[in-house]
């Protein structure tokens, strides 16, 4: 399985900073969905978009597909110890699936 | 909205015998299932792509004769670690889609962690 570059690899910030998560290819999505991980638990959709140049919001996260639609970033205000986890972006078609090399964030209260 | 169903969440097992492990669409029909295997602190790794009537496909490096994975209906897959070592000690975790993954998402299930001793 080809892996989508994500970075940071880690991150680990005081509760209330701001933070960005990036995801790239070096070629075109699809469409593209974010996902968050806990630990011992399966992914949790958060987020799919689909349009070059799309911006979706989802309360204090921002995510931004590329008007290339070959990067993706995640933009997270305000960052809560809920927060926390593994921040995972994934390529998916009907018969295949590319998965990010993952973020994991801690935050500190 | 779609729920997966993963079943056992924790499994220990003796080195030699098999574990079966069920991933079921609750409120949906799945053509396609997904199996993978995640290492600690590491993103998900799929293993093969369940076909619902049909041979599942493996990834590069996925022995298939090790993790049999059966998609016998719509609803149910099940993978299967035979004759299983220390070294399949991992989280496995399935997940399914609705419809066309790539817009309708990817429902996974709460995973299970398997403990080979």
């Known amino acids: 399985t080809q892996l989508l570059e994500q970075s940071p690899q880690f991150l680990s910030i005081q509760e209330g900073e701001n933070l960005t998560v990036y995801c790239n290819s070096s070629s075109v999505f699809s469409s593209l969905q974010w996902y968050r991980q806990e630990p011992g638990e399966g992914p949790v959709l958060l987020v799919t978009?689909?349009?070059?140049?799309e911006v979706k919001k989802l309360k204090r996260l921002t995510f931004q597909f590329g008007d290339a639609r070959k990067d993706s970033s995640l933009h997270i205000t305000a960052a809560q110890p809920g927060d926390t986890g593994l921040y995972l972006c994934v390529e998916g078609g009907y018969q295949k699936v590319t998965f990010g090399t993952g973020t994991k964030l801690q935050v500190i209260p | 909205g779609a729920v997966v169903s993963q079943h056992p969440s924790r499994v220990i097992c003796k080195s030699g015998t098999s574990v079966k492990i069920e991933c079921r669409s609750l409120?949906?029909?799945?053509?396609?299932m997904f199996w993978y295997r995640q290492f600690p602190k590491q993103s998900l790794m799929l293993m093969a792509t369940s076909n619902e009537g049909s041979k599942a496909t493996y990834e590069q490096g996925v022995e298939k004769d090790k993790f049999l994975i059966n998609h016998a209906s719509l609803t149910l897959s099940t993978l299967t670690v035979t004759s299983a070592h220390p070294e399949d000690s991992s989280f496995y975790i399935c997940?399914?889609?609705?419809?066309?993954?790539?817009?309708?998402?990817?429902?996974f299930g709460s995973g299970t962690r398997l403990t080979v001793v």
């Open positions: 997940s399914a889609t609705p419809g066309q993954g790539g817009n309708y998402g990817y429902t």
């Open positions: 409120d949906f029909q799945a053509t396609t």
């Open positions: 978009v689909v349009t070059g140049g």
